[in-house]
């Protein structure tokens, strides 16, 4: 089991940034693909970015390449996300997910292993 824990959300201007954490307990976070998705209202959750368990390849989402990051650190278990030029379409709740299947796979679905409770990110005009 894995248990995840976002903070970082916020309300900011457009054109700022913000640096979301997702704090995973138990022993199996380093093996897993570590995502975030998020959730506007009225509209469904969507992929954002996603790492595998080495850090070794990151994925995005086409609408936030270049201006997010995605990162962790495995012996803090431990993932990031940091989201710069953000724009007022990036307004949604932020959800941490993780999976031990291939990322190549868990990008095209909703149906990860675990989840968090999900951050709010304003970004006001």
């Known amino acids: 089991q894995v248990q995840l824990v976002e903070t970082g959300g916020g309300l900011v201007q457009a054109g700022g940034s913000l640096r979301l954490s997702c704090a995973a307990s138990?022993?199996?976070?380093?093996?897993?693909?570590m995502g975030w998705y998020r959730q506007a209202p009225g509209k469904e959750r969507e992929f954002v970015a996603a790492?595998?368990?080495?850090?070794?390849?990151?994925f995005y989402a086409d609408s936030v390449k270049g201006r997010f990051t995605i990162a962790r650190d495995n012996a803090k278990n431990t993932a990031y996300l940091q989201m710069n030029t953000l724009k007022p379409e990036d307004s949604a709740v932020y959800y941490c997910?993780?999976?031990?299947?291939?990322?190549?796979?868990?990008?095209?679905?909703?149906?990860?292993?675990?989840w968090g409770q999900g951050t709010q990110v304003t970004v006001s005009s």
């Open positions: 997910a993780a999976d031990q299947r291939d990322p190549v796979v868990l990008i095209t679905t909703t149906r990860w292993a675990f």
């Open positions: 138990g022993r199996t976070f380093s093996s897993n693909t």
């Open positions: 790492i595998t368990w080495s850090g070794g390849s990151t």
